[in-house]
């Protein structure tokens, strides 16, 4: 008897068919472009929800700048798991006339890779990972710069000299950050020490806070996030402490907890890119920028800022894009006291992309 | 008020009426989303459909997510013909793709031909010696199966959530928790520019087929799930069938694992199962357990999947919402079974006791 729910399921799919037979002539948004041969039409595959109000909408926002500036066509996909779900998806925005693929996020890197390979004519661009392709480049900011200027707020407010990082994964990227920021807070408050708690997710919002109430119960009164969405600054404002941000300013989230962000500012690069396809020009490339490029920088500090932060923050940031301050510069010692960096060296990129060591003051675990 | 009341047979022109106005119905209410969202409605559905058999591309990502469904659907079938209530195709098919992945990574220069059967036969056992662990119970006991394999799917999921973590994380991965991709040799060959995995389904729905209409096995698990004690009065032994039957429902779902594993994720993972041991249990309910008409329904259930998927990024709406849209239409359609086995009727009787009161 239930086999009739199929047949009139195929029905209503007939049915839909015939529907779509009459209305050829009008094509969805997702096909406009197939008609243009030579326009470029720029698809992103996204790990969160296009609204975060972090990561990804910091992409988001530089897609919406390539719409209105370059008047080009783009799709997205949101919430796309870091795992072969994304290659299906890079495929999807292929069929649906994409030439021109984002993929940003770190898992999603070997499967744009993949992709690439299979799509020798259409051009890739992966964020936070190290594999290139002749059609694929890699991209990302040196966001530990504006991570040690907003540890410098951080050391300077804290009164228990105890500073929590809600952090996602064990990886280069976030070991880095988290590193970078505990320079930063320890070049104006040595005492002060960083507690570090693993949410083993980018996106879940709701653990990255729980991981945050967590550190404000082990007495940190400063709490900061390598997470895409601003739960953990959520925690600080419930409990009455305060926060750093991250991805995009987030003074609206906990006004009153909130104190600066290292944010992103991918606009420019990505216009420069896609601008660079459509004249021929562009090579994949392995892109690297810092503050000096304005790719990343440090939000505004609010009322919530320790007095003179201002003052010290401008001066390294100046030292910082005239290229006299390196974050990784030596003396800079590991976990348990020994010297990692010898005075007068500097960490090269090669050492930058590979870390997998915690500095002098980092309380956690940087390996699993 | 009113009272449920279980319909007799229903002739076959009603039962279609029905269900037409459930997916009229369905595509009326989601309407409303869609406008809310500012869209045409029509524009969306006809998006839809072209989202999902638009192009060659579009009609082959359809089929590669038809064949899990109707694997996992054919496991399900079996167990729900006995009326042995299997919710542990999630589970099952993460035990599958555990031992096929263990085989995979820890033999990976085998040739290809012996390497890949291996890894079937090891997803059989493991799906089907996870799915044993409560039809034992069952059998044994009587503990309640629906409870035991729900449960054991979040075992399973954890299991390899740690596995993927923990001691078979890529040391190549800088730290990021995946697990290595199989050789070549493990990944399944295509056929036609899909992989071959939707030979396997065609072929086992057949077997399927046989097996439950025209075997003594299959007879024996239908007059089992009818009624216990007429299967004990035909003399069927009750836990052999049982433990039979659920082995190899379980061993279908595993197969998906491995299905999934190789040809698709060319390696482990959490997202190996992907709630197909759940939607499985959709399809395999709505064609009334019959082979053939799972192969339909999971096709129909794809494309609706994969035609969700497209309308997300076409009209740039956002994913909850292209996912209420699929929920709704489901819920006309399921509903509507409702409505064909049982009618609300005004209980009278219920009327005449208030007003004496």
Known sequence: ?368 | MFRMQKRGEMPKTKIVAIRILAIILALVAAAFIILLLKLNPVDVYIAMVKGAFGSVYRVKEVIIKTIPLVVTSLGIAIAFKMQFWNIGGEGQICMGAFLASYVALNYPDLPKPLLISIMILASIIGGGLWATVPAYFKAKWRTNETIITLMMNYIALKWIQYLQYGPWKDPKAMGFPKIPHFTDNAILPDLFGVHIGWVFALVLTVLIYIFLNYTKKGFEIAVLGESENTAAYAGINIKRTIITAIFLSGGLCGLTGMIQASALHNTLSVEVSGGVGFTAIITTWLSALKPFVIVIVSLLFAALVQGGSFIQTAFGIPQAAAQLLQGMILFFVLGSEFFIRYKLVWNKSFQSISKKE
Not at chain 1, 120 to 130: E, N, Q, T, W
Not at chain 1, 255 to 268: L, S
Not at chain 1, 297 to 306: F, G, K, Q, R, V
């Open chain 1, 1 to 368: 008897m239930k086999k009739t729910v199929s047949i009139l399921l195929i029905m209503c799919m007939f049915l839909a068919l015939a529907l779509t037979g009459c209305g050829q002539e009008e094509k969805a948004p997702g096909e406009n472009a197939e008609a243009d041969n030579s326009a470029v039409k720029v698809g992103f595959v996204y790990v969160g929800p296009a609204s975060d109000g972090g990561w990804t909408t910091s992409h988001d926002v530089a897609r919406k700048q390539l719409e209105n500036n370059l008047n080009i066509d783009t799709l997205y996909k949101e919430s796309v798991p870091e795992g072969p779900e994304c290659e299906k998806v890079i495929n999807d925005l292929i069929d649906q006339g994409c030439n021109v693929i984002f993929s940003t996020s770190f898992g999603f890197m070997d499967y744009t890779l993949n992709a690439a390979k299979a799509h020798p004519d259409v051009k890739f661009m992966h964020c936070s990972g190290y594999m290139t392709n002749e059609n694929m480049g890699a991209y990302f900011g040196r966001i530990y710069q504006a991570r040690y200027l907003s540890g410098i707020a951080a050391g300077m407010k804290t009164k228990t000299d105890k500073i929590g990082y809600v952090a996602a994964y064990e990886i280069p990227e976030v070991l880095r950050g988290i590193n970078a920021f505990t320079l930063g807070v320890r070049s104006v408050n040595p005492d002060a020490t960083v507690h570090v708690k693993w949410t083993h997710t980018w996106i879940d919002a709701a653990k990255a806070k729980d991981a945050a109430v967590a550190l404000l119960a082990e007495d940190c009164d400063v709490i900061t996030q390598h997470q895409d969405a601003p739960g953990p600054q959520i925690a600080a404002e419930e409990k009455g402490v305060w926060s750093i941000g991250y991805n995009m300013d987030m003074k609206d989230v906990a006004p009153k907890a909130y104190i600066t962000a290292p944010v992103w500012n991918w606009g420019p690069y990505y216009e420069k890119q896609v601008k660079a396809i459509m004249d021929g020009t562009w090579k994949a490339e392995n892109y690297w920028g810092g503050m000096e490029d304005g790719i990343v920088d440090l939000a505004p500090l609010t009322e919530n800022a320790p007095e003179g932060a201002k003052e010290a923050i401008e001066k390294v940031k100046a030292e910082i894009i005239d290229g006299s301050f390196k974050v990784f510069s030596g003396p800079i010692k590991g976990q348990a006291g020994e010297i990692r960096v010898a005075e007068g060296e500097t960490l090269t990129d090669e050492e930058l992309t590979s870390m997998d060591w915690f500095v002098e003051g980092v309380v956690g675990n940087p390996k699993q």
